[in-house]
C-alpha cells in the first residue's frame, strides 16, 4: 500500500517539483500517495494538481490544527515555507511546527527545503543573512527530534535576474550587471522548478541520506559567466561590473550582507565544489543550464 507524501508549499516551485516528481517516476508513484498542501486550494495551481489525481489539503502554516490535519498518517513529510521579510522569526515557527506535527503524526521521515548558514560558514564573522539563518534553525532544531531527516539546499534561483540581479541599462547601449562581487566570485543557480530532481532521490532512498543534506544546484558561474549568458540569450551586451560595498548598499541595503557572504565564504562555504558534485551525481536527471532557462523564460531587457 502507498505510503502518504506530504508536500508542503505543492503549488510552489519547489513543492510542485517534487510533486510532479513523484508521479512522473514509475517507482516513486507506486510508493507514494501525495497530499498536497497549499494556504489557498481554490487556485488554479491547486486544481490542475487535483487533474493529476493529487489529494490537496489547504492550511495555513501558522495553523496547529490544520497542519496536523493535513499531517494525518503522513509517513513522509516534504516541508517548505516562504520567507516572511517583515517577521524575522515566522519562518522559523512555521517550520518548527511543521516538524512537530509531523513527529506527533508518527511520520518516519522528514525533508527540510533549508539553506547553508552564513554565520556557521564564517565561524560568527557573518551572522547577519537572516533570510538563511531563519531556515538553519528549523534545521537545527530538526536535528534534536526524534524522526529521520534530510535536508535540500537550494542555490540562487535563476528568477532573481527579474529582481535584483536584472542587469541595467548603461545609456551608451550596454547592460551592465552590478555587484560587490568580485570577477571570479563562484554563484551556484538552480531554477527551482527542478528541485524535484534533488529531492526524488532521497524519498527513494531515505536510508542512504538521512542526516545528509543535497544541493539544488544546476551550475556555477562567475558574474562575467552569469553576464555573458545573460547577453547570449536575450542578444544584448550584457557585462558585469563591480561595484564598492557602499555603492551596492545605496542600491540594495538588505542585500550587502547576503552578497559579501558569497563573495567572501561562497555559497555553500569552503566545500561548494564538493557540494555541487554529489548534488549532480545523484540528481535523476540535468537540470536545465542558465542560457537553456533562459531559452524557455525570455527575459526581455528593453531597449537602451
Do not use: C
Not at 20 to 48: C, F, I, M, N
Not at 237 to 262: I, N, R
Amino acid at each position: 500500500m502507498p505510503k502518504i507524501l506530504v508536500v508542503f508549499g505543492a503549488t510552489g516551485n519547489q513543492g510542485g517539483s517534487v510533486v510532479d516528481s513523484v508521479l512522473e517516476d514509475a517507482t516513486l508513484s507506486k510508493k507514494y500517495q501525495v497530499r498536497a498542501v497549499t494556504r489557498d486550494a481554490s487556485s488554479g495551481a491547486a486544481q490542475l494538481l487535483r487533474n493529476k489525481g493529487v489529494e490537496v489539503v489547504e492550511a495555513s502554516y501558522d495553523d496547529e490544527r490544520a497542519v496536523a490535519a493535513a499531517l494525518k498518517n503522513a509517513h513522509t513529510v516534504f516541508s517548505n515555507t516562504v520567507s516572511v521579510f517583515d517577521d524575522d522569526e515566522a519562518e522559523t515557527l512555521q517550520g518548527n511546527l511543521i516538524a512537530d506535527q509531523a513527529v506527533k503524526a508518527g511520520a518516519v521521515f522528514l525533508v527540510w527545503s533549508g539553506l547553508p548558514s552564513p554565520a556557521k560558514i564564517s565561524q560568527g564573522k557573518n551572522a547577519q543573512v537572516i533570510r538563511f539563518e531563519t531556515k538553519v534553525a528549523v534545521e537545527d532544531y530538526i536535528k534534536t527530534l526524534p524522526i529521520k531527516s534530510a535536508f535540500y539546499w537550494p542555490a540562487i534561483f535563476m528568477q532573481n535576474l527579474w529582481g535584483p540581479y536584472r542587469p541595467q541599462p548603461a545609456g551608451d547601449g550596454r547592460y551592465v550587471l552590478r555587484n560587490l562581487w568580485n570577477r571570479d566570485t563562484m554563484l551556484p543557480l538552480i531554477d527551482p522548478r527542478d528541485s524535484g530532481k534533488f529531492v526524488a532521490p532521497v524519498l527513494a532512498d531515505p536510508e542512504f541520506f538521512a542526516g545528509k543534506h543535497i544541493a539544488g544546484v544546476s551550475g556555477v558561474y562567475t558574474p562575467v559567466q552569469f553576464a555573458e549568458t545573460v547577453g547570449e540569450a536575450t542578444g544584448k551586451h550584457v557585462e558585469y561590473e563591480q561595484v564598492t560595498d557602499e555603492e551596492f548598499k545605496a542600491l540594495y541595503p538588505e542585500l550587502v550582507s547576503m552578497m559579501q557572504h558569497f563573495r567572501e565564504y561562497s555559497y555553500y562555504g569552503p566545500t561548494q565544489p564538493e557540494e555541487v558534485k554529489f548534488a549532480l551525481e545523484h540528481a535523476t536527471s540535468e537540470p536545465k543550464t542558465l542560457l537553456e532557462f533562459l531559452e524557455n523564460t525570455p527575459l526581455d531587457l528593453g531597449d537602451v
